[in-house]
DNA sequence: CTAGTTATGATATACTGTGTTTCATAAGTC
DNA sequence: GACTTATGAAACACAGTATATCATAACTAG
């Protein structure tokens, strides 16, 4: 974000359009079908161009994806950050707020899911959930524990799948009743910790 | 497993030896610095004899991995079909035989995990398992909804994060521990359906 | 064991996509 | 307005994929 700014307008433009262009060309031919020809093209740049910003087609998908995904985690983090409210009070508002920037953001996600170059981007986001959840597990439990970081874990990959399975279903059970099902598994997890 | 046998001897040594080198090359290489040629010459086999059995890498570390793993899908299968037993002596005895298995195959899980060529072959084995789960839930409660849809999915998503989660870390939390842990969410997973 | 079939190995070759170099020009910065 | 720097254009080297041909070795069926 910062470093964002430092960068001059002619970078920041070349960076935009080519982040366009991978995202327009994945969703319509596919990820295994894209060159760097054919981005630059799309993007109305210089093949060179791309090699001056991206050493690779997956650092670039990796920098749009986080770039784009970053909103769910911050507000994520502002979710847990507000203490007034439950624990279950917590997974419900949360499960909507996620849902409904999942059904915004379709088609990054459905890329997030289903490129394989993408698979570094989406480890790296589910290491950053799980970090936050294990932050979150520490507050209502005191002490630290391997368990807790496994539950974490579980908790992001559940989340993870869920948006995974929804989006595959063409996002078709209502986005009320896939928060209250997060919630209802959030909540089993988090439970399962006492035993 | 019927097909295998009706190939001629050349060509099952053929893809035993190309299916070994490409695993014993991600090992030592990596995913990334793989190429057919380095398959080849390791498999001691011509280099066009690649292209007479796969089309691609990732067809070959594929069909590599599903040969493998299926031995757990097998697995899986007998224990469901055990109807004799409760459902959570069901959990933890086969948690027990699930981590072995990773155990003695934590290679091949590993590139599992890790390549993004494999995410593919990793899709149709969790649908796989979600199946056999599905079919598991309607045994218990009649009927059939998208929520055990959900559920199976969120059961297998929890077990394939657990075997990832344990290979990472050095399968450093032993055997009985994983599987307990695997048994206590798994049932919890389940009994969110109530809600 | 033999005759017929077929997969393999060796070699040559075409092709696609990646990555780099050079230099003039346009666009940004201060 | 002067300086700096990213971009575009073109040529090029190169690795890796993919196919074609043909002689030879290995397998199968009888």
């Known amino acids: 974000m910062q470093i964002e700014k430092?960068?001059?307008?002619?970078?920041?433009?070349?960076?935009?359009?080519?982040?366009?262009?991978?995202?327009?060309?994945?969703?319509?031919?596919?990820?295994e079908n894209i060159t760097i020809k054919s981005i630059t093209e799309r993007a109305d740049v210089a093949y060179v161009t791309f090699f001056r910003h991206f050493e690779s087609i997956d650092h670039l998908l990796g920098w749009v994806l986080e770039e784009s995904i970053n909103a769910l985690v911050e507000m994520h983090e502002q979710s847990l950050n507000d203490e007034t409210r439950s624990v279950p009070e917590c997974f419900v508002q949360e499960g909507v707020l996620i849902f409904e920037?999942?059904?915004?953001?379709?088609?990054?996600?459905?890329?997030?899911?289903?490129?394989?170059?993408?698979?570094?981007?989406?480890?790296?986001?589910?290491?950053h959930v799980a970090k936050l959840a294990i932050e979150e597990f520490q507050r209502?439990?005191?002490?630290?524990?391997?368990?807790?970081?496994?539950?974490?874990?579980?908790?992001?990959?559940?989340?993870?799948?869920l948006i995974e399975w929804w989006l595959e279903h063409g996002?078709?059970?209502?986005?009320?009743?896939?928060a209250h099902i997060y919630t209802q598994i959030s909540l089993a997890i988090r439970q399962s910790a006492a035993a």
């Not at 430092?6 to 990820?31: H, N, T, V």
């Not at 915004?104 to 480890?123: E, M, N, V």
């Not at 996002?171 to 896939?178: E, G, I, N, V, Y």
């Open 140 to 161: 209502w439990v005191e002490g630290t524990s391997l368990v807790y970081e496994i539950l974490a874990m579980s908790y992001v990959n559940n989340l993870f799948g």
């Open 6 to 31: 430092q960068l001059d307008k002619r970078q920041q433009r070349s960076r935009k359009l080519l982040g366009e262009a991978i995202i327009a060309l994945i969703l319509e031919q596919g990820y």
């Open 101 to 127: 920037h999942v059904a915004q953001h379709a088609d990054l996600y459905r890329i997030l899911f289903t490129s394989p170059g993408a698979l570094a981007a989406l480890k790296r986001t589910k290491t």
């Open 171 to 178: 996002m078709q059970p209502d986005l009320a009743t896939m």
